[in-house]
C-alpha cells in the first residue's frame, strides 16, 4: 500500500504523517525542501529530519516530485 500526504507549507504534514509511518513496515518519506536562503527553513528541515526514525528511508528532494513518489512505490 502507498499512502501519499500533502499540503502546502506548515499545513501540519509531518505531524500527521510520522505517527501514522510508525505504524508501517516499510517507510519511504518523501521530503520536499527548499530551504534557499531563509535560515528559519533551514532550522525547520533540519528539526524534521532529526525527528524521523533511522530505519526510514529519507528523500529529501525539491519539486517535481513525481519520479521520487513512484520510485518509493516500487521498492
Known amino acids: 500500500m502507498l499512502t501519499l500526504i500533502f499540503g502546502g507549507g506548515r499545513s501540519g504534514k509531518s505531524r500527521l504523517a510520522q505517527p501514522f509511518a510508525e505504524h ?5 518519506y518523501v521530503a520536499a525542501y527548499r530551504s534557499g536562503n531563509d535560515p528559519e527553513m533551514a532550522v525547520r528541515i533540519e528539526r524534521h529530519g532529526a525527528s524521523r526514525p533511522a530505519a ?3 528523500v529529501q528532494e ?14
Open 24 to 28: 508501517a513496515v516499510r517507510v519511504a
Open 62 to 75: 525539491p519539486l517535481p516530485l513525481n519520479d521520487q513518489v513512484e520510485q518509493a512505490g516500487r521498492k
Open 56 to 58: 526510514w528511508q529519507i
